[in-house]
């Protein structure tokens, strides 16, 4: 047998020998290993029943690899492995009660919103030290770890959820009227979101940009499909855009406008309702029963889009949602199905003005785009939502809106900066606390 | 709907097909077996669902008459040579599938009704309410006699949270089988951890006393789990209950499926080469 590998060495914690698989040895290899399946220190009790797993393989005439194999399984298989596990207080029998959270559950409750991963030794170390209840200790761990490669898993998680471009994989626009979608430019689309998010998350840049950046992150084919000159190469890169590129923040890429589009158009209803969802935090109610659709292969030919939606929109049932989704729609309408700019479509020349409820009316992607910047509170909001519910696991109620509020608050006085509300989402009672379920 | 006793076509459907609910599958591959001792098992009997989201050209399908001697069509010619074997069933449209006054969110109620003729409730949050499945209701029934007591198996998408239609739920647009009407059954998508699942991981290249030394340590490991998990119930609230009991129902599936498998003794094995082929070429054919 060579010499351990890596993987190995961390397993046998002394020593790979045979002869140094004693019995106090097996204990010590067992409890290291478990403490950090199940993210806490483990009871003796707990140790025991592994150890004699290994004890009765070897009984059997296995050797202790085997046997340290089959504990290993077992921890795997392990309810406190495979769950993150929260006790819940024990509650009065007719109110909801609170109870902070313990260390080592903080600790995972950090690094599963962060890493989409277990606790490393350095966040555990701190919780066996009680760090994290220290505020200059936590916000020290939540830099670190967002500074760590581990939070990509935070971008393409969240990222990919929150701004549904997990949609992209799935998407399969006509082939007759895109030819030029293919495999290498859906995942190019995928790639610059990544790319751009992250970038925010890094450089801890404000949330604002993410509405109105002036650069994003380009490969040739990507660029040449936005129509960007001198990018060559297969690699990303990041890219300023000059004042007249029609790109630029989220409402600019590909990716989004493409999942927010049918295979064979562009529908301002569906991207009005993206943007509704995901930037303004207020989502329109399901369409109401026996909705007529649109006559889609009229579309262009006989009417434009805009005149059939607003014929749509003559309903007083449908104009009550249709009148907030569709202005914003149109105000993409741009940009076609798969994110490419164009100024016609079919005999129809293409108007992006639209007017809002509150009689406020703008034209183009980048009116569009001052008109969300200029309520900066309502999109932090939005997205301090959407992390809390990512953080937590769960959906928000009534009496978490307090929280929000407060996280919306603070971000505000530091520019909107992306650590500015994952630490306000860290520090707040919802992440900090568990409640009882209320008895039903 | 198609029942049928007949070995060759369930493969087929595992591989074309939207979705498929399939009761067991242990020894499934019996014919694949050139080996005495599993060509006298008796095979149990089985039943499998599979489901075409997109639908198929009808008129292309529907035998133009009623009775004994139709003509196949031209989608079902494949199928012929099980003329005996089969019965084309029309007019089993569901109503339940239908909006019944919750207004769009077909696929999500198409996907819920077929399998238990239920018509769900428009949510897409945690409130889901199906019904239990009529798979689910066989499986339940006929358990004992294979490895698994059934195995879902789709395409794409086996999400059961977050909306995906319309208001929907998710859990209705992906998951033909219910196990109770709150608890959907999603299917499998990855081809390979169906394999595995149905082959195991088990290195078969080890000699036949380790491999049962090994079966009966995943034993073990399985009565320990199972039992950490049913003290750690005790601590928790509602919700992480339900969740607990999902995995508790899992461990109690593997361990079937272990007890079974030691009492039939059945050696499996994956598919012979041959067999994909032909299993591959009739797929096409349809």
């Known amino acids: 047998m060579g010499p351990p590998s890596e993987s190995l060495k961390k397993i046998y914690v002394c020593g790979h020998l045979d002869g140094h698989h004693t019995k106090g040895c097996a204990r010590l290899i067992v409890e290291h290993l478990s403490q950090r399946a199940y993210r806490r220190p483990v009871t003796p009790k707990e140790v025991t029943q592994l150890t004699s797993l290994i004890a009765d393989v070897q009984k059997d005439g296995g050797s202790f690899e085997e046997g340290l194999a089959t504990a290993i399984q077992a921890m795997l298989l392990s309810p406190h492995f495979l769950f993150r596990i929260e006790r819940t207080p024990a509650a009065p029998l007719t109110l909801a009660s609170t109870r902070s959270l313990s260390q080592y559950e903080l600790a995972s409750r950090l690094s599963y919103f962060l890493w989409s991963s277990m606790p490393d030794d350095a966040l555990l170390a701190a919780a066996s030290r009680g760090k994290l209840a220290q505020p200059a200790a936590l916000v020290a761990q939540v830099h670190r770890m967002l500074l760590d490669p581990k939070s990509h898993a935070l971008v393409e998680n969240f990222g990919g959820q929150w701004l549904q471009v997990r949609k992209l994989e799935s998407v399969k626009p006509d082939r007759k009227r895109f030819p030029e979608f293919d495999e290498y430019l859906r995942l190019s689309m995928r790639r610059e979101t990544d790319l751009f998010f992250e970038s925010i998350v890094r450089e801890d840049r404000s949330i604002l940009d993410f509405i109105d950046a002036n650069y994003s992150y380009l490969n040739e084919r990507l660029a040449r499909f936005y129509n960007v000159p001198n990018v060559s190469g297969q690699e990303f890169r990041k890219v300023v855009f000059a004042a007249d590129a029609h790109r630029g923040g989220l409402l600019g890429q590909a990716s989004v406008l493409t999942i927010s589009s049918y295979a064979n158009r562009t529908s301002p209803v569906l991207r009005g309702k993206w943007v509704l969802e995901n930037l303004v935090g207020a989502p329109p109610p399901p369409p109401p029963p026996d909705v007529p659709n649109l006559d889609e292969a009229a579309t262009g030919l006989s009417s434009s889009m805009r005149q059939q939606l607003e014929q749509h929109r003559q309903n007083t049932i449908c104009a009550s949602c249709h009148t907030r989704m569709d202005p914003l729609g149109f105000g993409l309408e741009n940009f076609d199905a798969i994110g490419a700019w164009r100024s016609r479509e079919g005999q129809f020349t293409i108007d992006a003005s639209g007017t809002l409820p509150d009689g406020r009316s703008f034209d183009g992607p980048r009116g569009l785009e001052s008109i969300l910047r200029a309520q900066p509170d309502v999109f932090a909001e939005c997205l301090t939502r959407k992390l809390l519910i990512y953080a937590l696991g769960r959906g928000l109620e009534p009496y978490d809106d307090a929280a929000v509020k407060k996280i919306v608050k603070s971000g505000g006085t530091d520019d909107y900066r992306f650590s500015s509300l994952i630490l306000g989402i860290v520090k707040s009672e919802p992440f900090q606390k568990r409640r009882s379920e209320r008895p039903r | ?286």
């Open chain 2, 1 to 286: 709907m198609i029942i049928t006793g007949k070995r060759l076509p369930r493969r087929t459907f595992l591989q074309g097909v939207g979705t498929v609910i399939a009761l067991p599958m242990l020894d499934a591959m019996v014919p694949a077996f050139a080996r005495r001792a599993v060509l006298d098992l008796k095979a149990p009997i089985r039943v499998a669902f599979a489901y075409v989201p997109n639908g198929i050209v009808m008129k292309d399908w529907t035998p133009k008459t009623t009775g004994k001697d139709y003509e196949f069509t031209r989608i079902l010619k494949p199928l012929e040579a099980f003329r005996e074997d089969i019965l084309v069933l029309s007019n089993l449209d569901s109503h339940t599938g239908n909006a019944l006054g919750d207004g769009p969110g077909d696929h999500a109620r198409a996907g819920a009704s077929f399998l238990t003729g239920v018509h769900c409730r428009k949510t897409a949050g945690a409130d889901i309410r199906g019904g239990v499945s009529v798979d689910q209701i066989a499986a339940a029934k006929l358990t004992g006699a294979t490895r698994f007591s059934s195995l879902e198996l789709g395409c794409e998408d086996s999400r059961t949270v977050g909306d995906c239609d319309s208001g929907y739920s998710c859990a209705y647009t992906n998951s033909l089988s219910w196990r109770t009407p709150q608890t959907p059954m999603p299917p499998e998508v990855n081809p390979r951890a169906a394999f595995e699942r149905l082959f195991g991981t088990e290195d078969l290249s080890l000699d036949p006393q380790t491999r049962a030394r090994r079966a009966k340590y995943r034993k073990s490991i399985l009565d320990m789990v199972s039992q950490d998990t049913r003290s750690l119930v005790k601590t928790l609230g509602p919700a992480d209950r339900r969740k607990m009991d999902e995995y508790l129902f899992q461990c109690a599936r593997l361990n079937d499926g272990l007890r079974v498998q030691k009492k039939t003794r059945v050696r499996l094995r994956p598919l012979s080469i041959g067999l994909l082929r032909e299993y591959r070429s009739s797929f096409l054919s349809m």
